[in-house]
């Protein structure tokens, strides 16, 4: 199987080397936040009494859990348009592992997530004065993996189930908009700034947690406390969705 999956993985990575445009244009939106929203949420984090650093403390480690959250929800739109050229089809009838053909899949996507996020930390360590430790950069891309492992494997066994490119999109932006708004992604959501009934929904968000880690790595804090929620929600959140990737490739190219 690990020589299934490698295949596969370099299969994936030579097509998005060759058009690396998705790549590009995945990377845009966060850098609009950056550069655009960036400086807004700065100056209404210093009227809170933080410096400048902190604001972008606060929304660097936020964009690369929206860039992968954005980034590897979409992908099932590439294993949709393989499934109408006969790909898919073409696969069933050679030896490679089913297992191999979601995980090659999911882990191109992972990689190139992590690789969007490199690049955002690095402009806001040049443009933006960012003071994070590089052990907490560090394991915010491990985070950042495992977050696009989950959303790439949902995408595809979603895609895989739909078989709809007008369903498929529709049905990830009704999802994903409430997601990232109750996430506090773009301002952080809080007992004191929020009402009482957003910040209890906001609770059960499990991305809401993800993104508290992110932040709580990129400011050095590395207690239990800090780590536990996020990192066990994370890490289930990606077996659940390899093992629903997987069933859903067994199931359909048996």
């Known amino acids: 199987m690990l020589r299934d999956t490698w295949l596969i993985f370099r299969r994936e990575m030579t097509a998005a080397l060759r058009n690396p445009t998705w790549v590009l244009i995945g990377i845009m939106q966060p850098l609009l936040y950056l550069f655009l929203f960036g400086p807004l949420m700065v100056r209404a984090v210093q009227a809170q009494g933080l410096s400048e650093v902190d604001g972008w403390m606060l929304l660097t480690p936020a964009l690369i859990a929206q860039l992968a959250l954005f980034g590897s929800s979409f992908v099932g739109f590439g294993l949709l348009a393989e499934y109408r050229a006969g790909v898919v089809e073409r696969f069933r009838v050679t030896p490679v ?3 191999a053909l979601l995980l090659g899949k999911v882990l191109a996507s992972a990689l190139q997530a992590v690789v969007q996020a490199l690049l955002i930390i690095a402009l806001a360590y040049l443009a933006f004065d960012l003071d994070a430790p ?3 950069v560090l394991l915010s891309l491990v985070i950042v993996f495992l977050l696009a492992v989950s959303l790439a494997s949902c995408s595809y066994a979603l895609a ?3 078989k709809s490119e007008e369903t498929f999109p529709a049905l990830l932006n ?3 908009i409430p997601l990232l708004l109750l996430s506090g992604i773009l301002l952080p959501i809080t007992s004191g700034a929020a009402p009482e009934w957003l910040y209890r929904i906001s609770q059960i968000n499990p991305f ?3 993104v508290d880690v992110e932040r709580n790595t990129f400011r050095g804090d590395f207690t239990m406390d800090a780590l536990f929620t996020g990192s066990v929600v994370v890490l289930v959140m990606a077996v659940v969705s390899v093992w629903w990737g ?3 490739f067994q199931k359909e190219n048996a």
Do not use: E, K, N, P
């Open 246 to 248: 997987t069933r859903t």
């Open 208 to 210: 809401r947690h993800v």
């Open 174 to 176: 009704a999802v994903l």
């Open 97 to 99: 592992s089913r297992v």
């Open 134 to 136: 590089v052990g907490g």
């Open 160 to 162: 895989l189930t739909l």
